[in-house]
């Protein structure tokens, strides 16, 4: 039986998931699994799954959620896993979440617990416009929250190429938001039901929503 514990990350675009993942991978060696990530080293590595995924992509459909499950099975097998991981942008539906608990039960594992990074939305809209990332190693920047040390310079790699993307606008940010209320937030209902879910104020500033994930994950793995 694999006793390595399995969380999840939900919050609406801009809630701050990547920045704390990363965070939680250096404090606990966890790893963070993001499902575009996932796809792309699955596709680069030419797995089974990862040629049924790229045969899908160039044809311009979606992704199933099997090719996705079965990518998430050969990437948990890792053993860089063997501490535990953290999943980004997967599940996004009640249908993904139980098909999620099915691969899992496999290896006698379950989710420890989902964290909602619970948000307000007008405030997300100003903080989505505002961010950039290091286009090195990924790091996550704000114009007004968290800027570098050294202007246009990133703190974690030192590199200097920044990029924002296109639809980080507040048009098409409140679209976001709309949808993720919508489609993702039911996992929310689901994960409640299940005794797994933990609720994070993710409102505050970066550190402070650190400690208080830290202090949740502690009391999972002590």
């Known amino acids: 039986m694999n006793t390595s514990p399995v969380l999840i990350l939900l919050g609406p675009p801009g809630a701050g998931k990547g920045t704390q ?4 991978e250096k404090q606990f060696g966890l790893v ?14 030419g797995t089974p799954a990862g040629q049924a995924a790229d045969a899908v992509m160039k044809a311009g459909a979606l992704v199933s959620d099997q090719i996705v499950i079965d990518i998430l099975r050969d990437r948990i097998a890792g053993a860089d896993c063997a501490k ?6 997967f599940p996004r539906t009640a249908v993904q979440a139980a ?30 416009a505002g ?3 290091c286009g090195g190693c990924g790091e996550g920047y704000h114009d007004s929250f968290k800027v570098p040390a050294q202007d246009g310079v990133c703190d974690g790699c030192g590199g200097t190429k920044m990029k924002r993307r296109t639809d980080d606008n507040a048009e098409t940010v409140s ?14 209902s689901y994960y409640e039901d ?8 993710a409102m505050g500033e970066i550190n402070v929503i650190s400690i208080a994930l830290s202090a949740a994950i502690n009391k999972i793995i002590a």
């Open 21 to 24: 993942a990363r965070m939680l």
């Open 84 to 89: 535990g991981v953290i999943l980004d942008g």
């Open 194 to 201: 299940n005794g797994a879910l933990q609720r994070i104020d």
């Open 99 to 128: 098909a999620l608990d099915e691969l899992l039960a496999e290896n006698g594992q379950k989710i420890d617990a989902a964290i909602s990074l619970e948000v307000d939305d007008a405030a997300m809209v100003e903080r989505v």
């Open 131 to 133: 961010r950039y990332t």
């Open 32 to 45: 963070q699994l993001s499902t575009g990530d996932l796809l792309r080293a699955a596709v680069a590595a």
């Open 175 to 188: 679209g976001r938001l709309a949808a993720y209320h919508t489609q993702t937030a039911p996992l929310i």
